[in-house]
């Protein structure tokens, strides 16, 4: 389902269940962005201060022109900074369902963005294994010119509507 569409930005999401009988269903939800004028995955770091590149052999160094270069040796996600905004701004009823799903690791290891009509950013949980896969959802929106905060000079440059705000 295509979410969100301007010059810049493109995102879609795709969900559902390739197989689901047996004791192991392979349900999911997947977050996607696009950077329409390059045709390339939205790198999210152009976009979030708190974006950050985590090395997945751990020896890489983590830095983001490095990281930039070499995307394949690296794992993207939320900084603990980012991960406690999310926790902070959770609706009240996420916690009606299981509360593993909005935990420190399961938000640091799993939470996506991706982008909806208004220029509103959506801060999801997706790709979780398929023992946890109720998790995978938006948790909530907001207008991407309230996160300021958190926002890279660059972020402008993909959505407009930040000029003069």
Known sequence: EATYLSPTVMSW??????????????????????????????????????????????TSPNDLVTARAHTADYLWGPDN????????????????????????????SNLDISFKPGDRVVFGIDRMPFVASDCDNDLF???????KPLLTPEAAAYFPSLIGK
């Open 141 to 147: 929106d907001l207008p991407i010119a309230d996160l």
């Open 13 to 58: 999401i795709d969900g559902g269940s390739p197989f689901c009988t047996g004791a192991h269903p392979d349900n999911h939800v997947d977050y996607y962005n696009l950077d329409v004028r390059t045709g390339a995955p939205l790198d999210l770091s152009r976009i979030f201060t708190d974006w950050v590149p985590k090395p997945i052999d751990g």
């Open 81 to 108: 900074k980012l991960t406690a905004f999310v926790r902070q701004h959770l609706p009240k009823d996420a916690s009606d369902g299981d509360p593993d799903c909005t935990t420190p690791d399961t938000i640091g």
